[in-house]
């Protein structure tokens, strides 16, 4: 996986092919919404199981870490693009980013980023006490759209 510099911006398109804002409640909704919006853009099988893993890992982030609530959008502009955001109190970025070696299990989780940057093609993270954005893209053979 490719870290581009933190002030590098994600592709964004001019309306969101998916934009839902997510509880526990909603998780399964939501990752069969993912998958299907994926499809549609032209993702293969292993690329859309991949890249469901990857958003599912930051919806859950949010429910546990994030305040419990959060908001999700799927961009496409030339690659497929997620971001959740939330508005918990944010966490210490340089911890997990970049996970370049897989953390250690604790009782608290810890490798839900490092699992989502082994599923997506780059990994962007903005937190601070006002809450947290994440951007990912899909990692996918061809441009997509």
Request: proline share 6%; aromatic share 4%.
């Amino acid at each position: 996986m490719v870290n581009p510099p933190l002030d590098h911006h994600a592709p964004t398109a001019r309306k969101p092919l998916l934009s839902t804002s997510f509880t526990l409640a909603d998780l399964n909704r939501v990752r069969h919404e993912v998958e299907a919006v994926s499809r549609r853009c032209g993702l293969d099988h292993d690329e859309i199981e991949n890249w469901v893993i990857a958003v599912n890992e930051l919806m859950i982030n949010v429910v546990r870490h994030g305040g419990g609530r959060g908001d999700l959008r799927l961009l496409l502009a030339r690659r497929l693009t997620c971001e959740v955001s939330d508005q918990g109190r944010g966490f210490n970025t340089a911890r997990y980013v970049p996970p370049t070696q897989r953390p250690p299990l604790s009782d608290t989780g810890g490798m839900g980023l490092w699992v989502v940057g082994q599923m997506a093609d780059y990994l962007l993270v903005d937190s601070g006490p006002a809450g947290t954005t994440i951007r990912i893209a899909a990692r996918a053979r061809g441009t997509l759209g």
